[in-house]
Nanobody, 125 residues
Framework: QVQLVESGGGLVQTGGSLRLSCAAS????????MGWFRQAPGKEREFVAA????????YYADSVKGRFTISRDNDKNTVSLQMNSLKPEDTAVYYCAADRFLDHRMQSPDAYDYWGQGTQVTVSL
């Protein structure tokens, strides 16, 4: 069982930056692929970024490539999402997700067993 707690959301102007963090419980964090997803009102949950267990390979949605960076610290059981050059269309609730030894379908929410409660990110004009 893994519990995930996100933090770092807030209100920022267009072009600004935010850093989201997700703290995970458990002693086998390094064996989990970690993902970030987001959901805007009236829309489906969508993939943002993921970082694999093991070598820490990263994956990004096309809409955030070059602006967002996902990273993990296995000693601290945390995964972070640095978001730069934010746009109003980035406004959403951002969720952290985890799945043990996941190595395929990382862009699919259905592939993840564990989810955080979400943190709101609002980008104003």
């Amino acid at each position: 069982q893994v519990q995930l707690v996100e933090s770092g959301g807030g209100l920022v102007q267009t072009g600004g930056s935010l850093r989201l963090s997700c703290a995970a419980s458990g002693r086998t964090f390094s064996g989990y692929t970690m993902g970030w997803f987001r959901q805007a009102p009236g829309k489906e949950r969508e993939f943002v970024a993921a970082i694999s267990w093991g070598i820490g390979r990263t994956y990004y949605a096309d809409s955030v490539k070059g602006r967002f960076t996902i990273s993990r610290d296995n000693d601290k059981n945390t995964v972070s999402l640095q978001m730069n050059s934010l746009k109003p269309e980035d406004t959403a609730v951002y969720y952290c997700a985890a799945d043990r030894f996941l190595d395929h379908r990382m862009q699919s929410p259905d592939a993840y067993d564990y989810w955080g409660q979400g943190t709101q990110v609002t980008v104003s004009l």
